[in-house]
């Protein structure tokens, strides 16, 4: 005769046992031990089997208030408890959850990693619910929980795909029997949805050479990687790419333990982006941001996202102030972000008010008329405001475009050296503001960043429509040498640092409102420069680089 529980295993379609199974709003109480279902000890081999009641039970000890249908089917996934099993008892304080761990699982054939896509949101597809979800390593799909009523045992019975991973905890289980499967040809899966790094591996990332090749049979390169453009998200994917190459950034989002307190979305989606693209073990060679996405359109409350263009340069400096101000803890306020990119400006304010003299003209109408000396000039005050700034990237201005055609009717388009326009920072140069009042601005530079941003304005806007400014950038790939053009004085005890080589440039092609992005980057352990654009790599040469009209740039500082 067939104990109760044997009973309820094999007649799971049966509508009056799935009944007597449903959570009650009480506390559901301890089931009886084994020996008392039938009056007689089980056999040891039962013993192992898995426990779905722990699925029913709910966060806080199985106390559960009745707000409604909807509320009660969700919760009742929320448990699936691995915690629990590693310490050996539930989170009221309950009972001990057994579940049986076995290595010869005759399903392990079924698992596609072909399949496979870790980068979207960790979502049931059925629930829409982040709560306790695995993945079918089956198909690829996301469902929730594991107990006998939830979306995830249901597809085990409906599609026959019976091997599945928690997402939080990977553990790998075999439903519908319950027992987790312990095999060592899953690490790679595990690899693939949380990838690890050690600290030799992170400092070998500039040295080692060597390509990965993906389940499809192509090659690629850890870290240069492209990346998907979900929809008009070109703006996002040259800013990573191009953050990619600050070793000092890298390095800290590659180990997770160095933000482990952080509770910032934002910080832990840009590290485990960051995790992925320099992962040597990944099963196709693109990566999709669509999670680093969702945090930026939520921590920028949709002032970023997908499906609308923006300025590369407006996010680049909105995520480097967003970073900072959600790592920086009250005992250190200068975190990873200002140590590659902060640097410091002398300004120098001339505000300029002219005395106006009020008359009265022959048909008795009041007129300003301004106050002169003898000579015949004008007399203003002048007022001088000095004080120092911090920045993190430096904008350029760039010439204003002829507006006339050549005699063969064609557009010019000037050049005008990266050093021109760099002696704005000189403390000489006078730069003309309007807004908030009409100033004259002097800039000098006090203190270089180790990594430093340009942004060339190449746009203007008006109350009608927004120009481009088409002139081309002369500028050096190696070797940029700033105290020949910005006069630099070093802090007392340190070493003046002056030369700068390239490592990103972000190029904007096409019409403003409607061009695209692209990238040049290097790889260090080469040297070879790279065009990306999404998913597109492609090697290319270092005097390609300077033939393009670059928008943003980022140098490193030569130690």
Known sequence: MKSKREHDE?????????????????????PPPPSAVNGSSLSSSLLPLASYDDDEDDENGGEIEAKGSEENRSDQFESDDEEEEAHGRGRGGGRRRDVEVR???PYLDTVNRQVLDFDFEKFCSVSLSNLNVYACLVCGKYYQGRGLNSHAYTHSLEAGHHVYINLRTERVYCLPDGYEINDPSLDDIRHVLNPRFTMDQVFQLDINKQWSRALDGSNYLPGMVGLNNIKETDFVN??????????????????????????????????ELTQKIWHARNFKGQVSPHEFLQAVMKSSKKRFRIGAQ???????????????????????????????FQGELEVIKEKIHSRAVLEKNENGDEQVKMAGTEDGTTQD??????????????????????????????????????????????????????RPRIARMRYRVTRLPQYMIL??????????????????????????ELKDY?????????????????IANIVHDGKPGEGVYRVFV??????????????????????????????????????
Request: charged share 25%; glycine share 2%; net charge positive.
């Open 103 to 105: 290595r010869d699982c």
């Open 381 to 434: 005050d002048v007022m001088l405001e000095k004080y120092r700034m911090s920045f993190l990237m430096l904008g350029l201005d760039l010439p204003p475009p002829p507006l006339f055609k050549d005699a063969l009717e064609k557009n010019i388009i000037p050049q005008v050296p990266l050093f021109n326009i760099l002696k704005k920072f000189d403390g000489i140069s006078v730069t003309e503001v309007v």
């Open 310 to 340: 923006s300025d590369p340069v407006e996010f680049m400096s909105w995520l480097l102030n967003t970073l900072h101000a959600d790592l920086k803890s009250a005992s250190n306020n200068r975190n990873i972000i200002h140590k590659c």
């Open 455 to 480: 942004h060339m304005r190449r746009f203007t806007k008006n109350n009608f429509f927004v120009e481009k400014n088409p002139t081309l950038v002369n500028f050096p790939v190696k070797n940029l």
């Open 238 to 271: 040259v800013i990573i790419q191009s953050l990619m190459r600050v070793t000092p950034l890298r390095n800290f989002f590659l180990i997770p333990d160095n933000y482990k307190d952080c509770k910032s979305p934002l910080v832990q989606r840009f590290g």
């Open 10 to 30: 094999v007649s799971i379609n049966g509508e009056g046992d799935r009944k007597r199974r449903r959570r009650s709003p009480s506390p559901s109480p301890s």
């Open 486 to 502: 910005i006069p630099l004085e070093p802090r007392k005890g340190e070493t003046l640092r002056s030369k700068y080589d390239l």
């Open 522 to 559: 290097q790889r260090k352990s080469e040297e070879l420069w790279y065009e990306m654009q999404d998913l597109h790599v492609r090697e290319t040469l270092p005097q390609m680089v300077a033939l393009s009209e670059t928008y943003m740039q980022i140098y490193e500082q030569q130690q």
